[in-house]
């Protein structure tokens, strides 16, 4: 069964921080780019942040750069997101994803993306 699972989501005040986890099963995980995404309501989903499949390149968003990290484990199928400073307009449902081509660059778009997780809320809020 295919699954990239999200955790780590919850209520933050405004300034605070959140570490979100994602871990893949049933499909590769080693070879690709995974990135994040989130989505707020009455809004598109956005790119937050991306990796290359060994870690050797990030990519962040605008809107995060100096305030989230990106980082993944392969031994352990798991790509992590490290918020911090994080602001009232940094609440969303976040989303895990794992590109589509083996080897393939990070991507900012949807359609770069083949597998999806449920997603995991955060709200931030005083």
């Known amino acids: 069964q295919v699954q990239l699972v999200e955790s780590g989501g919850g209520l933050v005040q405004p300034g605070g921080s959140l570490r979100l986890s994602c871990a893949a099963s049933g499909l590769p995980f080693s070879e690709y780019a995974m990135g994040w995404f989130r989505q707020a309501p009455g809004k598109e989903r956005e790119f937050v942040a991306g990796i290359s499949w060994n870690g050797g390149s990030t990519y962040y968003a605008d809107s995060v750069k100096g305030r989230f990290t990106i980082s993944r484990d392969n031994a352990k199928s798991t790509v992590y997101l490290q918020m911090n400073s994080l602001k009232p307009e940094d609440g969303a449902i976040y989303y895990c994803?794992?590109?589509?081509?083996?080897?393939?660059?990070?991507?900012?778009?949807?359609?770069?993306?083949?597998?999806w997780g449920q997603g995991t809320q955060v709200t931030v809020s005083s």
């Open positions: 994803a794992r590109g589509r081509q083996r080897g393939a660059r990070v991507s900012p778009d949807t359609a770069g993306y083949a597998y």
